[in-house]
Each structure stands twice: as C-alpha cells, then as structure tokens.
C-alpha cells in the first residue's frame, strides 16, 4: 500500500463537521469540488447520508466508508462536542480491497495489543455517582497501588473485571500485562496446559518447542481469575503454590519458572461455603482472600441505573448509526422498579433490543417489547412419538438451556444461575449438544 504515504497530506479531499446529534454544519469547499456537491443542500441532514459505514470501530481514529459512491478512508477528529470528518484517501489512490485489508491490519493490531494485556478501562469509566459505588471505586482506588491479592465478588454482571482493569490500570504494573481467564470457559482437561503452560512433548499434539501458559504471559503484570469457583480441584494446589513460591511448573516440566504476578480473582459465588463442602481448598481461599471487594448490585444502587441507561444509549447511537436522547418517562419507571437480577449486564441487553427498534430520538417502552407474551398453556402442540429415555432426556435439556439463555439474553452465568447447575456444567452441556 505504498500511496498510504499521503494520509498526511489532506488538505485536498475536504472534510465535513458534524454536531453532537450527528448533524452536517459545515462542508469545505474542497470537499464540495471534490465530491460534486452544492454545500447548501447538505447542511442540515445527517452524516451517515454522507458517509455510509462499512467498516467501523467504536471510538476510531480512521475509519473506512463509502462517500457518494467512492470508497474513502477518513480520519475522525474530535472537536468538544462536535466532529471533523476529513476524507485522507479516496478510491483513486487504493482500491475497495487494499482498504479493508487495510482496516483490518489496524484491528489486528489492536487485538495484538489486547492480547499483550493492556486493560481498556479505568475507574473513570465505571459509571454512577451513588454513595455505593463510589465507596467501592474508593477502597478499589485505594487497594490498586498495593500488590496483594484482590478477590472481587458480587452478583453475575455487576462488572467485576471492569474493576480488575480498574485495578490494574491504577497500579504500579499498568504498563506490563493485563491477562484474564475464565475458569469456568476451559474444559478441566486443558485447564492445566492452558493456565500453566506445558514442555515440549507433555502430551500428544503438543508444540514441539513448548507453550507458555496464562500464568507466564502475565508476568510483571496482574491476572486475572474469573469465576474462580470454577477452579478444578487439582488446579487449585498448583495455583496455591504460584501465590506462595511465586513459581510455576509447565505440565510436563521438571523444573519451576518464577513469576512477579499480581492475582485478582472474581466470583458469584460463596467461596466459604463452598470450602464447608469441600469443593474448594481452605488454603487457597486464605490466600485469595486479602483484600475482599464487594461490588454492589445494581438493585442495591438504583440511583445508577438512568445514568447507566443513558451511558448505553449513546454507546449504542454510535454502533447502530441512530440518534437517541431521551427516555420515556413511563420507560424510566419500568427501569426503576424492576430488579435486575442479571445487573449492568442485563441493563445493556435490555437498551440494545430497544436501541434495535426505536424509531426518532426518544426510546419508549414499546421499544423493548418485540412479541406479546403468549401464556404455554394456551399453545396447542402437535403430540409427538414416545423417544428413548436417553433422548427424552436430551431434548428436554436442549429445551432447557434454550430457554434459559433467552430468558438471561444470552448471558451464559446467569442462565446457570436460572438452571441451578454450575456454570461449568452448562459450557459442557452446550459443546456437548453444539448449541450456541
């Protein structure tokens, strides 16, 4: 892509300011030159009648779009509240291909640098003002600059790795590493070789130069242990001994590496009780409990929730290209007064299918409902011929889970929750029947 080399020359494609709604104000002479256009006619409509999005990224320096018929790059530039979009290449200097490959190299590099760990968010992004979270955001600011261990715990979807990154971002290791793992996301099987890394040769299919494990890639940075509870009970005596001889062995291996690692773990569960019924090492949970952070529900913080609601909505005016300033008073309410039990990640779930229908700039609680709910009871069903036991029972734990993700909008820790089986279980249940 060697004519990428003037996208520091750009002064002569134009550029387009739009307001905060999203709004044309203003259009350079050149842009109108260039693109054939009389300026008078597109003031006043918005910009995605300009610039039609074809490959877009929330927050974008340069995006990728489609001007009146020619496939541009163009650089954004924030300007208070409004917006310079200044075209930097048009389809004569690269063509449809090259530009999407281009793109697409960016993203990758991006996903490198999270892969590397660099956490993308900071305790100014965690939104609310009520005395319950700011009390937590304080002791969390206050705990950061320590290297002890943190145990975050609290209801499914309250944001406990917002508040690792959060962490993280504050301390001392925010330049080094930010690697997280779901304990509950990874077959116990591999949990040791992809947790702990393995030698060349440990097992059949392995790399023959080795792997390093989660633990490693970590190292001068903090990992982070999500649903923990999960843990499996072998795996546990081997993180034990990572806090405590700050040293790991790969499967396979016969000698032990040393890490500098901070740890902060997170669950939805109770550990304690689950160490009276032996499911968890009385150890290690001593070992993870040093600082012990409690983030509130979003039930116990309900001052939160419109400005949570309103966050949302203009995250989601970005991705889907609409333009919502309002809610509904009578929408308001039924947020207030319902309890969330899948928290802030619910919350979002429930403004993106409105952000998904609304139509104007005010989302209404009409917005959110896509069917009438229909009673069971009601809905004549075609019998069906007796199966096998084993495939009765299949079918009807197929249904199951079918119906629990729906009713957890696809959140798979809430839908546990709703079946009363460990999260685990369900991520084997769903390889097992290939769902999604």
């Given amino acids: 892509m060697k004519k990428l080399n003037r996208i520091d020359q750009t002064e002569d494609w134009g550029f387009i300011e739009v307001d905060a709604g999203g709004i044309l104000i203003d259009i350079s002479s050149d842009f109108c030159r260039n693109f054939l256009i009389n300026k008078k006619d597109w003031l006043g409509v918005y910009a995605k009648e300009v610039i039609q999005r074809t490959h877009y990224r929330k927050h974008a320096k340069v995006l990728f779009g489609v001007v009146f018929g020619y496939s541009c790059l163009i650089r954004v530039l924030k300007m208070n509240e409004h917006k310079i979009y200044r075209v930097i290449v ?140 999960e843990l499996p009970y072998q795996a546990q005596g081997k993180l034990l001994r990572v806090l405590q001889e700050r040293e790991v062995e790969r499967l396979g291996g016969t000698g032990s590496k040393n890490v500098d690692i901070r740890i902060i773990a997170a669950t939805n569960r109770d550990l304690r009780t689950l160490v009276q019924e032996g499911k968890f090492r009385q150890d290690l949970f001593y070992r993870l409990y040093v600082f012990d952070l409690m983030i509130p529900s979003l039930r116990q913080r309900k001052e939160d929730i419109i400005p949570l609601a309103q966050f949302f909505i203009g995250y989601f005016n970005e991705k889907f290209g609409v333009h919502v300033k309002f809610i509904d008073s009578k929408l308001q309410e039924r947020l207030l007064s319902y309890e969330w039990p899948g928290n802030v990640r619910e919350l979002k779930a429930y403004i993106e299918r409105g952000m998904n229908l609304v139509l104007g700039d005010t989302l209404t ?32 734990e197929i249904n199951a889970i079918q119906r629990a993700l729906q009713e957890a909008n696809g959140d798979r820790t809430l839908a546990a929750q709703k079946l009363k089986i460990h999260l685990a279980s369900l991520y084997r249940k769903i390889a097992k029947y290939n769902l999604k």
Avoid: W
């Avoid at 779901?182 to 097992?203: H, K, M, Q, R, T």
């Avoid at 409902?369 to 079918?395: A, F, G, W, Y």
């Fill in 90 to 229: 048009r389809q004569e200097d690269v063509n449809h291909y090259e530009m999407v490959s281009f793109m697409n190299s960016l993203d990758t590099l991006k996903m490198k640098k999270r892969s590397t760990g660099q956490n993308r968010y900071s305790f100014e992004e965690i939104i609310g003002e009520s005395s319950a979270i700011e009390q937590i955001k304080e002791l969390a600011a206050r705990i950061a600059t320590s290297n002890s261990t943190v145990l975050l715990t609290g209801e499914s979807g309250t944001g406990k790795e917002l508040f690792a990154q959060a962490i993280h971002g504050l301390s001392t290791r925010k330049s080094n590493p930010f690697v997280a793992v779901n304990c509950a996301a990874i077959p116990d099987e591999l949990f040791e070789s992809e947790v702990f890394g393995y030698e060349a040769g440990a097992f059949s299919g392995a790399k023959k130069e080795g792997k390093p494990g989660k633990i490693e890639m970590a190292q001068h940075g903090t990992l982070f242990l999500d649903e923990i509870s």
């Fill in 365 to 396: 609680i009409d917005d959110l409902r896509i069917s009438p709910n229909v009673s069971s009871d009601v809905i004549k069903r075609t019998p069906t011929p007796i199966q096998s036991l084993e495939e009765e029972i299949k079918c009807t």
